[in-house]
């Protein structure tokens, strides 16, 4: 036999008593060996044996049957850190990590179970290695090897386990693979674990640096913001976001701007603040911005004339786009304005969705006014052609039968649903559906 055959099947065939014999040897005659196994059997060991049993008969089943029990397997696993178990519990998390990966290999986990196994099982290997640290330098050639296959890995999480050495061991791979300079996959994945290990040692400078090489993307400049923000070089994030925001006037801005809105607090720049605010609301005037506006300038003493300024450009907007009008209506209904958010909606339009949740608001009140919008909800319903959209016409026509009673104007309502019914009367389907709802349907002309 060779030194390079794998022992595993040949000890798994082994019976209990003589693999216990010759392991119990072998401790007899090795220190560490002996401590690690004092160490597993103060801390459930019919719990650890059980989940390399399981183990073992996970690979024999489907993907529901193997993800379940991984599942428990992990479940031990999670309970035992959790208590603060005094076993060394990494070598059972590798094992469980190892063998899910090659479960991937082999099978299609088009739902999913497997991978999202595969998440916790390393997220628990991380804690037994922070809890009992393996071998720095062999954790580090693990971590490269799942990484470089395909499979992203936090560094962060290992971070304690890894030390300055098993980090350097990755850093010096990492640096081995960039100075060729190949674009290609492990390429890629080399400038991760750079930008990566960056971020553990703190160094802000090396992380900025490595950001700044990228493709310039918002994405990009809202962590180079976050890195020196957190570090307290304010004036630096500040200009960094500024020059970001130049150059793209796209909805994925907001989140940039949001980052160089609470840069300025932070360094008391509260009118800069204030002034960014106000321009990107009138850049795109939305519930969000005029939210964000309305903070600033209360912090700063200035709301009152913010507001105006604000109501004058929504109003004078709302004339000529429609999305204006609704955002108004949104504004108008987050202030608890419900009454000044209908007559605006029923001056400059807008979305039905708004229109019947605004009429929702004034039913009770106010029916005669609300009765034409579930009507023009009822023929949109209508002209979908769809049976659930049939049925909930049939609900809308029972809510216009009440609002019409309510407002002493019921023979209307006979007359609505009579010209309703004579103009859809071969949709066999939504009659049906009326009728379900217990509506009384008027005769139909022959014709």
């Known amino acids: 036999m060779s030194l390079t055959t794998d022992l595993r099947p040949y000890l798994r065939s082994l019976d209990r008593e003589t693999l216990a ?69 990494a070598p059972l998390a590798r094992r469980t990590v190892d063998d899910i990966i090659a479960m991937l290999e082999q099978v299609d986990d088009a739902s999913g179970m497997v991978a999202d196994e595969l998440d916790r099982g390393i997220e628990l290997y991380a804690r037994a290695c922070a809890a009992h640290p393996p071998n ?13 296959d395909g499979l992203e890995i936090d560094l962060a999480e290992f971070a304690k386990a890894l030390g300055d050495k098993g980090i350097q061991r990755i850093k ?15 390429y890629r994945t080399a400038s991760r674990l750079q930008e990566e290990l960056a971020e553990i040692s703190g160094d802000v400078d090396a992380l900025v640096a490595i950001l700044s090489a990228k493709p310039p993307r918002l994405d990009i400049s809202l ?45 008391g720049q509260t009118d800069e603040a204030l002034t960014l605010r106000h321009t990107e609301f009138e850049r795109k005037p939305t519930l969000e911005s005029y939210s964000a506006l309305k903070e600033a300038a209360t ?39 419900p009454d000044e958010a209908w007559r605006v909606s029923t001056r400059y339009g807008g979305s039905l969705e708004l229109r019947l ?21 009822v023929d949109e319903l209508i002209a979908h052609k769809d049976p659930l959209c049939y049925r909930e016409a049939a609900k809308q026509l029972r809510k216009l039968r009440t609002l019409h009673k309510r407002a002493d104007v019921a023979e209307e309502f006979g007359s609505y649903l009579a010209e309703l019914v004579e103009t859809h009367k071969r949709k066999t389907r939504l009659i049906a559906e009326v009728r379900a709802a217990r509506i009384a349907i008027p005769k139909v002309a022959k014709g």
Do not use: C
């Open 21 to 89: 014999e010759l392991v119990h040897q072998q401790a007899e005659r090795d220190p560490e060996l002996r401590q690690a196994l004092e160490a597993r059997a103060m801390a459930a060991p019919g719990d650890l044996a059980e989940a390399h049993r399981l183990l073992d008969a996970a690979v024999t089943g489907g993907n529901f049957e193997y993800a379940t029990k991984v599942g428990s397997v992990l479940d031990t696993l999670q309970r035992l850190l959790d208590a603060g178990s005094r076993a060394d519990l």
């Open 136 to 148: 720095p330098e062999e954790l580090a050639d693990w971590i490269l090897a799942v990484e470089f």
């Open 172 to 186: 010096s791979t990492v640096d081995k693979v960039l100075a060729k300079g190949e674009e290609d996959v492990r």
């Open 357 to 377: 949740q605004l009429a929702e608001l004034r039913e009770v009140d106010h029916p005669v006014e609300v009765i034409p919008v579930y009507k023009i909800h």
């Open 299 to 337: 912090e700063s003493g200035q709301w009152p004339a913010q507001r105006k300024a604000a109501m004058a450009l929504l109003r004078e907007r709302a004339d000529s786009d429609v999305a204006v009008a609704d955002e108004l209506v949104r504004i108008l209904l987050s202030e608890d304005r």
């Open 223 to 267: 962590k180079i913001v976050r890195v020196l923000r957190g570090a307290g070089r304010h004036s630096e994030a500040i200009a960094h976001a500024a020059r970001a925001l130049t150059h793209d006037k796209g909805p994925a801005r907001a989140p940039v701007v949001d980052e160089l809105a609470e840069t300025y607090q932070e360094a």
